[in-house]
């Protein structure tokens, strides 16, 4: 009983902490304007089901594709596991459906498959971070945090997996002890052959599984909490992304609305503009843009596929998408913080532009979409790449000195080169 | 020109009107190179015999190098006149040799009035070589010649346009090899986003050498091309390699002309 009712408490406590932290994320993202990302629904919920539960993006790098197959399709199947292990520990049960016989067997027998594989894909990860060292997992925005951030990740995998095939090789030998409580329930294709490792006295095995019953769901409720400041929160964000990540060619900007207006008005003085956000042009700050935006920043993973096909990158420049959304997210944080400490009013005299991303890092972009293109989860960092450039061109005129040039000639001369609009069709004339 | 272009303001005149217009863009229209990619166009638009026309001194830049450098002002400036232009005229179709037009009038003039049927010469090569009114005779043969194509972002992963340009090479009989980097995985030349008007930021090596090095490693005769930027960048990567005897840059409309002889 003492049992049942600590479980439910640490249950709740982890529960409660971890919606007080999601809520935090989506107050964040809330922050961002406004886009309309509700049409299509149909064709969203294909890309959802496509790339997301698909992982259809992912088989592009192969090796690293399959072994986080195994890893997603552990995640998804084991915590079928994790809701009996729920009800048992509520109502002090043990292995609560096994009832359903043969099938039972199969799936316990599954997740044991399923949890080896885990465990070996997770240790092949942690060998390309750390001793393969990939050159995937570098870069001057992977920094201290985020390495620790995906060992801390993968260790953790390796511990639940090991102890949950851990509690199956107690509970399994247990069961052949005839002890009480302990159910003959289950196939254990794994954890079989770890009973020799274990100790033979009946009140030993107990403690084994119990303890390790207790790490496996404590453990899982820490890690739930742990999402909130992690980049493993793409395991959650992945969905919401791609169902509403963008329809149109990828080649197409956005046109503002608000400049429309000005534009209108400026040829046909008759012009009656239409209602739109009023605001500044383009982004500054982590606020000016949109809430797609800041969802983005919140699923990236850091995997780095962007920065690898990023053509700047590749040639050594200082532009490296992953960090244009790694400091998009670290800013809206830090405002979110700002807001819980001081109120909403507060201004830290910070922004994103310069003082995360800098202007060598946005005009280095060839606006190539290889970034767009690589990401397995549909975010879009040319979106926010774009709207610096425009904060930077149209509310400060600050762009490099060839540039306003270029900009110059297209409104003097229609081109983006100081040619005479007269010899347009001069073309014509030769062979 | 051994024929005349015929442009808008002349056909409105005779009253008539085309069945395509063909749109310049600036770099067709002023940059050397690319002016011959535009004459070879209009040489296979009279040798099919449709029925086309240019804007002539009527055309603006798009707007597109200002909108990819964030000034969104200038961009719907020149679009909005553009559309006026294009609207009066009232145009159905439109082909351009440049895949910045392409994607700039396709995708981002409907929104603000412009709503046309936009092709890129290549897919237009491509339906001319379906509908068998374009084949690969009576010009230079390309047979058994190693050729490469480099995948203009805007087109390519922009608009998802990968296989039209393929198809118009394959009619060569020519031997197709595609580069590592290809299609969706193509890499970018270094000219998009309005790079093209400006010195690349300080790195190791300058983005179309690196594709350069990559399409060379094909060991190609002709690497072929469908954008006049990219024309540009692998050219002057061609010239930097010192290859520019073994390894010729052509866009595909300069292949197609060349191979029927036109």
Known sequence: MVAQILFLVITLAAIALFSFNFRKIIRNIRLGKSADRKDQPQKRLLTMLRVAFGQSKMVVRPIPAFLHFFVYIGFVIINIEVLEIMIDGLFGTHRVFHGIGGLYN????????????????????????????????????????????????????????????????????????????????????????????????????????????????????????????????????????????????????????????????????????????????????????????????????????????????????????????????????????????NGAEHQDGKALLDDYITREEIWACTSCNACVEACPVNIDPLQIITELRRYAVMEESQAPASINAMLGNIENNQAPWKYSPADRFNWANEN | MEFKVPTMAELMAAGEEPEILFWVGCAGSYDERAQKITRDICKILHHVGIKYAVLGTEEGCTGDPAKRAGNEFLFQMQAMTNIEVLNAYNIKKIVTGCPHCFNTIKNEYPGLGGTYEVIHHTQLIQDLINEGKLKAEGGESFKGKKITYHDPCYLGRGNGVYEAPRKALEVLDAQLVEMKRCKSNGLCCGAGGAQMFKEPEKGKKDINVERIDEALETNPQVIAAGCPFCMTMLSDGVKLKDKEQEVKVLDIAEITVRANGL
């Not at chain 1, 399923?114 to 997992?137: E, G």
């Not at chain 1, 390495?147 to 399994?172: R, W």
């Not at chain 1, 100790?199 to 403690?207: D, F, R």
């Not at chain 1, 040829?267 to 239409?274: G, K, N």
Request: hydrophobic residues 45%; aromatic residues 12%.
């Open chain 1, 106 to 341: 199969f799936l316990i027998g599954s997740f044991e498959i399923l949890a080896l594989t885990v465990w070996i894909s997770c240790a092949i990860f942690l060998v390309r971070r750390n001793i393969l060292k990939l050159k995937r997992f570098k870069g001057v925005e992977m920094t201290n945090w985020p390495k620790s951030d995906a060992n801390y990740i993968l260790i953790v995998e390796i511990l639940l997996m090991s102890v949950f095939l851990l509690m199956n090789a107690a509970d399994a030998k247990l069961q052949l002890l005839g002890s009480t409580h302990y159910t003959v329930a289950g196939a254990f294709p794994v954890s079989q052959y770890l009973m020799n490792i274990l100790p033979s006295s009946e009140s030993a095995l107990v403690m084994i599984e119990r303890g390790c019953w207790w790490f496996h769901i404590i453990g899982i409720l820490a890690f739930l909490n742990y999402l909130p400041y992690s980049k493993h929160f793409h395991i959650l964000f992945a969905f919401p992304n791609t169902y509403f990540s963008n329809l149109e060619p990828k080649g197409e900007f956005t046109n503002m609305a608000s400049v429309t207006n000005e534009v209108k008005a400026m040829l046909d003085p008759s012009f009656v503009p239409t209602e739109t956000e009023a605001g500044k042009f383009g982004a500054k700050d982590a606020t000016d843009l949109t809430w797609v935006n800041l969802m983005n920043a919140y699923t990236c993973t850091e995997c780095g596929r962007c920065t690898a096909v990023c053509p700047a990158n590749i040639t050594g420049k200082l532009l490296s998408p992953r960090k244009i959304m790694m400091d998009t997210r670290d800013r809206i944080t830090e405002i979110g913080k700002n807001i819980d400490k």
